[in-house]
């Protein structure tokens, strides 16, 4: 590769052309070098969109006419949380990997405060069980519960990195919980798909205005 | 003046390597591979590179060891970023010069 050592040489606009060029050139890595270094919001918003709203319409649908959604809902709908749980953390990590300091730091606490929260979730449920939750307590407790704690990890999440979007997302999932566990089972499921499973997806489709915002401004700028 | 570009920063291999650095926060290091992937260059075409940039004081290389194999983890240094800050002002000015 060779030098551009001689474009100082060269007056007015072919200086300016030059200038350009290394403009753009910078600004095109250091775009890609964010998105390689960082988990793509767009792509964990959509897989959990889909998870959510696949996995709650599935057992919306089973639970017509019936107590219950049947087991094999329930199969479903577990299969999709967690083909989401192991896509965000697979994704995540191989973003993230090679990389030392505060920002690895704060988002190796991120990461633990996910698993700390629905681990000590899942035993508080079992607590409810022990006492003696009906099934119809454990469906609103185990929905409305999951969002308390998604909704308070993603305000966590929006202070640690300063991510106003994170907020907004985390804001509603606490609202989602808390209707779909005053609106009562079966309608529960139906929220949670709609409203929860549509949240994400419309979070998705805003981050992804705001990468080709972004971009697009940068293209403007680099014309000079 | 058009001779006021860092000749350190301008080659286009090294000023993609500053520019990727230059991206992360102030408190990060990059690890070398990482950092070779990221720029698509060869080992050998990067050390090459760095050692420029760690000479004239833009990078901090830091060799340590993660359990039992070494790492390198890279950084721009303050002057670094500061370097870089005055090259694209550089750039900016020519730019602006030019439509006149």
Known sequence: ?224 | MADALDPVIHAPARLRVVATLAALDAGDELSFPKLQKLLDMTAGNLSTHLRKLEDAGYVRVTKTHEGRTPATYLALTQHGRRAFEDYQEALTGLLRGAGS
């Open chain 1, 1 to 224: 590769m060779t030098d551009h050592t001689d474009s100082a040489d060269r007056p007015g606009d072919d200086a300016g052309l030059a200038a350009a060029d290394s403009l753009r050139l910078i600004r095109e890595q250091q775009d890609r070098a964010r998105a390689a270094l960082e988990p793509d919001a767009r792509a964990l918003y959509g897989v959990w969109g889909v998870a959510w709203l696949a996995g709650y319409l599935v057992l919306w649908s089973s639970v017509q006419g019936r107590e219950q959604p049947e087991a094999w809902a329930f199969w479903v709908f577990a299969g999709a949380i967690a083909a989401a749980v192991v896509f965000t953390m697979v994704h995540s990590m191989t973003r993230t990997a090679g990389t030392r300091g505060v920002s690895a730091r704060t988002g190796a606490m991120y990461g633990w405060s996910w698993m700390l929260g629905f681990l000590t979730f899942s035993m508080f449920l079992g607590g409810l069980a022990r006492a003696g939750a009906d099934s119809e307590l454990m469906g609103l407790a185990s929905n409305g519960g999951a969002c308390l704690v998604v909704g308070l990890l993603y305000l966590g999440g929006a202070v640690a990195f300063g991510e106003r979007s994170l907020f907004v997302l985390g804001t509603w999932i606490l609202l989602v919980g808390a209707v779909a566990t005053l609106v009562g089972l079966p309608l529960t499921y139906l929220v949670m798909a709609l409203a929860g499973g549509g949240g994400f997806l419309v979070m998705a489709g805003v981050e992804h205005l705001r990468v080709v915002r972004r971009r697009r401004a940068g293209e403007e700028a680099g014309r000079g």
